[in-house]
T-cell receptor, first 112, second 113 residues
Framework: AQSVSQHNHHVILSEAASLELGCNYSYGGTVNLFWYVQYPGQHLQLLLKYFSGDPLVKGIKGFEAEFIKSKFSFNLRKPSVQWSDTAEYFCAVYTNAGKSTFGDGTTLTVKP | SQTIHQWPATLVQPVGSPLSLECTVEGTSNPNLYWYRQAAGRGLQLLFYSVGIGQISSEVPQNLSASRPQDRQFILSSKKLLLSDSGFYLC????????????FGQGTRLTVV
């Protein structure tokens, strides 16, 4: 069975600090990978996605993620966080139509 | 453009009462439809997904059931709620036949008392 592990449950950073959120998955076949974000009081929305091609993908608001197949990882990064990045972040894996697995989420708090 | 509607936004129900949460999608045909439960610190758990009318796949055994009576309507039900059914329920849809991202509704906060 597929699974997704997000290593950090709660991350606290100061503005302008760099961010890296870890995501590892377990599945032996082809996967599509996603990062979703949920800002306070808002619904889940897509941050970025990887299907194939360049393993470094760029998303909205300056976020990027790198797919490392050998490590089964899809870590999310941002060089300089802002207070408005405070949110909960979810990594997700899709292996075939309709089958998805989400990580437990990482709460990011950015101090102004 | 496509939109997803989920209601009600909040619900308080007594133990043993029935449940019906409704989700509808507009602006697309034959979407993949999903019901998730989001628990604090536990991420999203996929409960049910559907690739077509009357086609429901259940991911975890539980006190809940799902139905898809129409192409763009997805209903989450229970005959008798348990305290443990309390949580935040999310409906989502995705483009059929492809592993694209899911688009989520606003969610329903269910409290069973």
């Amino acid at each position: 069975a597929q699974s997704v592990s997000q290593h950090n449950h709660h991350v606290i950073l100061s503005e302008a600090a760099s961010l890296e959120l870890g995501c590892n998955y377990s599945y032996g076949g082809t996967v599509n990978l996603f990062w979703y974000v949920q800002y306070p009081g808002q619904h889940l929305q897509l941050l970025l996605k990887y299907f194939s091609g360049d393993p470094l993908v760029k998303g909205i608001k300056g976020f990027e993620a790198e797919f490392i197949k050998s490590k089964f990882s899809f870590n999310l990064r941002k060089p300089s966080v802002q207070w408005s990045d405070t949110a909960e972040y979810f990594c997700a894996v899709y292996t075939n139509a309709g089958k998805s697995t989400f990580g437990d989420g990482t709460t990011l708090t950015v101090k102004p | 453009s496509q939109t997803i509607h989920q209601w009600p936004a909040t619900l308080v129900q007594p133990v043993g009462s029935p449940l019906s949460l409704e989700c509808t999608v507009e602006g697309t045909s034959n979407p993949n439809l999903y019901w998730y439960r989001q628990a604090a610190g536990r991420g999203l758990q996929l409960l049910f997904y559907s690739v077509g009318i009357g086609q429901i796949s259940s991911e975890v055994p539980q006190n809940l059931s799902a139905s898809r009576p129409q192409d763009r309507q997805f209903i989450l039900s229970s005959k008798k709620l348990l305290l443990s059914d309390s949580g935040f329920y999310l409906c989502a849809w995705s483009v059929p036949g492809a592993n694209t991202e899911a688009f989520f509704g606003q969610g329903t906060r269910l409290t069973v008392v």
